[in-house]
Nanobody
Framework: QVQLVESGGGLVQAGGSLRLSCAAS????????MGWFRQAPEKEREFVAA????????RYADSVKGRFTISRDGAKNMMYLQMNSLKPEDTAVYYC????????????WGQGTQVTVSS
């Protein structure tokens, strides 16, 4: 059974940092693009960041560029999102995703982890 499990969410003050982790199991995701999406209350889910299978290409939403860093460890089947200088507008449920062809049409989703940034 393929699973993506996020962890590391929580409550943090504005300006603080959090590190999200995504643990993949059930298959190897070595050749999958992986990424993070988020969904705030009453808003549609949006793209946050992505990393290709070889970890040499990353992409970020304009709203998080310079503050968030995505990384992955293929040997451990793990992916991470380091979030710095957090803002209240970053408050959302963050989802891990994996796509064989493109991260913008993921084949697998995690269950999500809540990130709340207080002002």
């Amino acid at each position: 059974q393929v699973q993506l499990v996020e962890s590391g969410g929580g409550l943090v003050q504005a300006g603080g940092s959090l590190r999200l982790s995504c643990a993949a199991s059930g298959r190897t995701f070595s050749y999958y693009a992986m990424g993070w999406f988020r969904q705030a209350p009453e808003k549609e889910r949006e793209f946050v960041a992505a990393i290709n299978w070889s970890a040499d290409t990353t992409r970020y939403a304009d709203s998080v560029k310079g503050r968030f860093t995505i990384s992955r460890d293929g040997a451990k089947n793990m992916m991470y999102l380091q979030m710095n200088s957090l803002k209240p507008e970053d408050t959302a449920v963050y989802y891990c995703a994996a796509g064989a062809t493109t991260i913008y049409e993921p084949d697998y989703w995690g269950q999500g982890t809540q990130v709340t940034v207080s002002s």
